[in-house]
């Protein structure tokens, strides 16, 4: 356990670079605005609500909205940004099921349920930090798996619970990552569209 959320930061750091250098190409438009950026969020999130039955307009807009977006011109960069949300999201589980498992008042089901969950959400941590790699390097076909993979993840801790009977404390960790990684999907969907067309 220890080892893996020590890797899982150190590769939460490498993405970080990852991350500034690729917003500051100089690939970006200069011209771009912080209007332009919250338009094609908007545009994005709607095609994406429209193809797909799970991806919450308000929640995706909102989300994607959250790190600073004036760099963000194309839809490269709102990939990458999905990514880093995903990401900063499955790290986060973590450290709320750490906090959990401290709680005494647990039974030993419930403990059983979340340690399963911890195990599942470092590995999306490890997984999407190797979708970030994918991405980058264009195998968007690898990308598209890991992703899945990540979205499987999450249901399976929920499922742990329902098979208990018990109320899963993770129900909203869940909703959000599920939904970053489905507009993830959809994103790299369109981005590989365009290349193909
Ligand atoms: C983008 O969507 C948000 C939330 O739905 C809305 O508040 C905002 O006005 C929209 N911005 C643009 C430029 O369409
Ligand atoms: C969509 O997301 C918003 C904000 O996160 C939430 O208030 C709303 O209830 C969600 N809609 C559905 C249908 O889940
Ligand atoms: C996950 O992401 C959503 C949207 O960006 C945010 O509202 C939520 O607080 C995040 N949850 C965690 C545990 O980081
Ligand atoms: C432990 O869980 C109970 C029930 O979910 C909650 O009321 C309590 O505040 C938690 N205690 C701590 C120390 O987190
Ligand atoms: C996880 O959240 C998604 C919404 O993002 C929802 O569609 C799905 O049913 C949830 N999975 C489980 C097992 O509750």
Redesign the pocket.
Known sequence: MQHVSFSSFCFFFFFFLFFFIFLLTPNDEVSATS?LS??I??KTCKTCSDRSSVVN??FC??SLQEIPVSHVTNLQGLAIVAMELALQNATNTLSIIKELVNNETLGPSSLACLSDCSLLYSDGVVTLVDTVGAFLTGQYGNADAWVSAVMQGTATCEEGFQDMELVSPLTKENYSLFQLCDVLLCIMNLLDSDVKS
């Open positions: 209007t919250v338009d969020i908007n307009y308000t807009s909102a």
